[in-house]
């Protein structure tokens, strides 16, 4: 369909490993938004983009993840040396105008760290 | 400290009648709320949404109510079907409207059971 897709689905990294997990929006979104949604908590903000340019990464819980959306369109969201704390679900959301309009959210990427 | 809060962590309703679901704010700024629902393995679809500048808004089976003095809204479901069993998330936004820049955020969730 036309959705919001992510890949991979799940994901099993040893800790200290480097992950990336994708984003696909749909097309002609310009905002971005990836959250972080840890068991029985509601997801939580990491960071935003507006086309290509990461407006807000306020979100991101440490250096060792980082965000990018190079060409406006896909997005990638890198975890260096994952740490077993970082085991969540990873939900990306677009949205066609800015911040604050109505999100449409991916099916999300399960990361277990073990 | 949760700007947005869901104290119900579950509910359960008979099929066929109301479920309401309840979601508190701290933050006076925020002045855009949502509901999303979510069913497991699949992300949160937006459901309904209320401006600040109402009290209510409808949509089919669903009905938001704001209380901005109790800083309070509440998602009224009826008749309530089976297929409504998910997980429902609060969020609010300070959306301003010359400067949508603001991110949305999420409640806990709360867990809503459809009783046979």
């Known amino acids: 369909g036309a959705g919001v897709s992510q890949s991979p689905r799940y994901k099993v990294a040893k800790r200290g490993q480097d992950v990336a997990l994708r984003c696909d929006p749909i097309s002609g979104h310009v905002s971005l938004f990836w959250y972080q949604q840890a068991l029985g908590q509601g997801p939580e903000f990491l960071t935003y983009?507006?086309?290509?340019?990461?407006?807000?990464k306020s979100g991101l819980p440490s250096d060792r993840f980082f965000a990018e959306r190079p060409e406006g369109s896909v997005s990638t969201l890198k975890i260096q040396r994952t740490q077993q704390e970082d085991s969540a679900v990873y939900l990306c959301?677009?949205?066609?105008?800015?911040?604050?309009?109505?999100?449409?959210f991916g099916p999300g990427t399960r990361l277990t760290v073990t | 400290d949760q700007q947005v809060k869901q104290n119900s962590p579950s509910l359960s309703v008979q099929e066929g009648r109301i479920s309401i679901l309840n979601c508190d704010y701290t933050?006076?700024?925020?002045?855009?709320f949502l509901w999303y629902k979510k069913y497991p393995a699949e992300g949160p679809t937006f459901l309904i949404s209320?401006?600040?500048?109402?009290d209510k808004n409808e949509d089919g089976r669903f009905t938001v109510f704001l209380n901005k003095s109790a800083k309070h809204l509440s998602l009224h479901i009826v008749p309530s079907q089976p297929g409504d069993s998910a997980v429902y998330f609060c969020a609010a936004s300070a959306f301003r409207l010359l400067d949508r820049d603001d991110k949305i955020i999420f409640g806990k969730g709360t867990r809503l059971h459809i009783l046979p």
């Open positions: 983009f507006q086309n290509e340019a990461q407006l807000d």
């Open positions: 933050n006076s700024m925020f002045d855009y």
């Open positions: 209320i401006s600040s500048i109402k």
């Open positions: 959301a677009s949205s066609f105008g800015l911040a604050g309009d109505e999100q449409y």
